[in-house]
Nanobody, 120 residues
Framework: QVQLVESGGGLVQPGGSLRLSCAASGFTIGIYPMTWYRQAPGKEREFVAT????????NYADSVKGGFTISRDNAKNTVFLQMNSLKSEDTAVYSC?????????????WGKGTLVTVSS
């Protein structure tokens, strides 16, 4: 069964850190660019960060640049999002996405998300 399962969310104080994980099963993430999105209460889903299949190629939303770091461990079939200097506006459900490219462009998987709450 194909799955993406996020973990690591929770309640954290402003200025704190969290590390989210997205573990894949039923498929290999190695050929997929992997992306984190988030959806805050009452708002639309927005892009957070993406990492290409090749290590080192990343892109971030302006709102998280300098504070968040996306990484991947293809051997563990897992993607991570290290979030530092968290702010209240980072409160959201964070979901990971795998979307194929090229010959694989018709394939896309989503996780159900993990809730991050930044509050004092």
């Amino acid at each position: 069964q194909v799955q993406l399962v996020e973990s690591g969310g929770g309640l954290v104080q402003p200025g704190g850190s969290l590390r989210l994980s997205c573990a894949a099963s039923g498929f290999t993430i190695g050929i997929y660019p992997m992306t984190w999105y988030r959806q805050a209460p009452g708002k639309e889903r927005e892009f957070v960060a993406t990492i290409a299949t090749s290590v080192g190629s990343t892109n971030y939303a302006d709102s998280v640049k300098g504070g968040f770091t996306i990484s991947r461990d293809n051997a563990k079939n897992t993607v991570f999002l290290q979030m530092n200097s968290l702010k209240s506006e980072d409160t959201a459900v964070y979901s990971c996405n795998a979307k194929g490219v090229g010959w694989n462009s018709g394939t896309e998987y989503w996780g159900k998300g993990t809730l991050v709450t930044v509050s004092s």
